[in-house]
């Protein structure tokens, strides 16, 4: 608890002048920008890029058990930077934290982690491949096998992920543009994991299959400062392609779009602003927020024309700067499962 109080105080002079959503649209001054055209080097990549202020390694998983019950699995490890810097022990400018959470159709059980860099609490290594804080840990020999552990007071999992399909790239060649004012960032994906393991529940322990899909992006000033919040969406259909898709939206009630189609064999199609369209059908009443959870979804030059519908509309993530975010069915011209994020719903 002291942890967590003093990394607040840290963070409180940026929150209270926060800029979008989390102070994410705030000038990035002695920072490093996204610039277009950089090659990614890899797995050094895989690893943290400490002179850029906000980094996150995004796992969500779409499980179910032997009789076909749906369960979803986020796990999720931040840096966010202070200045753009390393240092030994306490003086580290890098701040770790992490949210843990299990989706059923009638529960939301949610878990949240602070560390401070420097002192081996948190971090990320790429040979072989590393991430954790804590005891929650995401790590294997290399980047396509993975173990993932976390825990919560009331829940835990333990899952082994195997990548069957290759790294893809969103916008240009992995450079994501954000806004009509090019705040942009480094934006990759491995949706390819096959997963299997093990939910700890309040009422037992549940053998789990399934997919899951992990993001990896850093920036400096993601957002515009009049940008509050998104819808993001990553689904996968039936037919075996995928599609990411997002909103940003803007305080003069306009939203910036962008989506990429991602075949079977991995062959990517980037789509730019208005391509991808998100519409709410229907609210849900969550944590004094309304927010919503019934969603149409269209890319036009896909003929996707889908409805997505929220497991559990209550999944909200009481973290310290919340958010919703949970797994969704997908019905219409494609059938399928995913997830949703929604940010900066007041």
């Known amino acids: 608890m002291i942890a967590?109080?003093?990394?607040?105080?840290?963070?409180?002079?940026?929150?209270?002048?926060?800029?979008?959503?989390?102070?994410?649209?705030?000038?990035?001054?002695?920072?490093?920008?996204?610039?277009r055209g950089a090659a990614f080097d890899f797995p050094a990549d895989h690893g943290p890029h400490p002179d850029y202020r906000i980094e996150w390694w995004y796992l969500t998983a779409n499980l179910e058990d032997a009789e076909g019950r749906p369960y979803g699995v986020q796990?999720?490890?931040?840096?966010?930077?202070?200045?753009p810097e390393t240092r030994e022990g306490w003086q580290d400018p890098q701040i770790w934290f992490a949210h843990a959470a299990v989706t059923t159709s009638d529960q939301h059980l949610v878990a949240e982690?602070?560390?401070?860099?420097?002192?081996?609490?948190?971090?990320?290594?790429?040979?072989?491949?590393?991430?954790?804080?804590?005891?929650?840990?995401?790590?294997?020999?290399?980047?396509?096998?993975?173990?993932?552990?976390?825990?919560?007071?009331d829940f835990a999992y333990d899952l082994g992920l195997t990548a069957t399909g290759p790294?893809?790239?969103?916008?240009?060649?992995?450079?994501?543009?954000?806004?009509?004012?090019?705040q942009a960032s480094y934006y990759y994906s491995q949706p390819y994991y096959d997963v299997a393991g093990t939910l700890t529940l309040p009422d037992g322990a549940v053998a789990v299959t399934g997919q899951a899909w992990l993001d990896r992006e850093w920036s400096s000033q993601p957002l515009s400062d009049t940008q509050t919040g998104w819808d993001w969406f990553s689904l996968s259909f039936d037919t075996g392609d995928k599609m990411m898709g997002f909103l940003l939206r803007d305080e003069d009630g306009t939203a910036f779009s962008s989506a990429t189609w991602i075949a079977p064999?991995?062959?990517?199609?980037?789509?730019?602003?208005?391509?991808?369209?998100?519409?709410?059908?229907?609210t849900h009443a969550v944590a004094r927020r309304v927010v919503p959870t019934r969603w149409a979804v269209q890319l036009p030059d896909r003929d996707v024309d889908v409805t997505v519908t929220a497991l559990n509309p209550n999944a909200w993530m009481a973290v310290s700067i919340p958010y919703w975010e949970g797994p969704v069915l997908i019905e219409g011209s494609h059938g399928g499962r995913g997830y949703l994020e929604m940010t900066g719903y007041e």
Do not use: C
């Not at 963070?11 to 990035?28: D, I, R, S």
């Open 167 to 182: 790294v893809i790239f969103h916008g240009d060649d992995g450079y994501s543009v954000k806004s009509a004012q090019g």
């Open 265 to 282: 064999d991995g062959t990517t199609t980037a789509y730019p602003d208005g391509a991808f369209r998100a519409q709410p059908l229907e």
């Open 75 to 83: 796990w999720t490890l931040f840096r966010s930077a202070l200045a």
């Open 4 to 35: 967590r109080v003093l990394v607040l105080l840290m963070l409180w002079p940026g929150l209270v002048m926060a800029q979008g959503f989390a102070g994410l649209g705030t000038e990035a001054d002695g920072f490093s920008i996204p610039q």
């Open 113 to 153: 982690r602070f560390a401070r860099g420097g002192i081996g609490q948190a971090g990320v290594g790429t040979d072989p491949f590393e991430a954790w804080i804590d005891d929650w840990q995401m790590v294997g020999p290399d980047f396509d096998n993975l173990r993932l552990t976390a825990r919560g007071a």
